[in-house]
């Protein structure tokens, strides 16, 4: 009978000799190995007072979004949660009340919206599925904890500040024909939310 192949080899049982069976030989090859990473330069750096440099489209922390009049863009329509392949996000839904206008962009708001970061993978399809550009990754590292459930993050830790000057900027996260659709304020999705428009529209007047 012919091997299939030419690379095979004849396997013979080798008595080991009594150096061999001590295993010195094993053992100060080991620890020639280890003193030699002694004397590299380390792989490790101190964090955070220093941080390795990222990619700009880096998929860090998530945040929500604000519009440019202070109101939280999320509609809780529940794309994103649809969309994540980890079933990391959870929300519960709210009709927006009289006198929330500012608070709300549309009638419908995420009264809870929470998201498991243990259970995330980042891979940024929740911000892809929403369509009011409401969610975003960044740039932020996820904070380290001691309990699983302050893993679980809640809005106040998901959306951002009010003030202007405290808004994370996102633009990173878009393509070019993203931002260039936005200087198109004709369009709908780009005008500015006025909740006192939509008030007089809602009346009639």
Known sequence: MQSLTNRSK??????MTFTEKMYLPAILNGMRITFSHMFKKSATIKYPEHVRPRSSVYRGQHVLKRDEAGAERCTACGLCAVACPAEAITM????????EENLYREEKYAAVYEINMLRCIFCGLCEEACPKEAIFLTDRIVDTEYERN????????????????????V??????????????????????????KSLKKKSGH
């Open 92 to 99: 519960v839904a709210a009709e927006r009340k009289k006198g």
């Open 150 to 169: 302050d893993f679980v993050y809640g809005k106040d830790k998901l959306v951002e500040p009010v003030e202007k000057d405290k808004r994370i900027d």
């Open 171 to 196: 633009s990173v996260r878009q393509n070019e024909k993203t931002l260039e659709f936005k200087t198109h304020s004709e369009y709908g999705h780009n005008q500015v939310w006025d909740p006192n």
């Open 10 to 15: 004849v396997v013979v049982k080798k008595e």
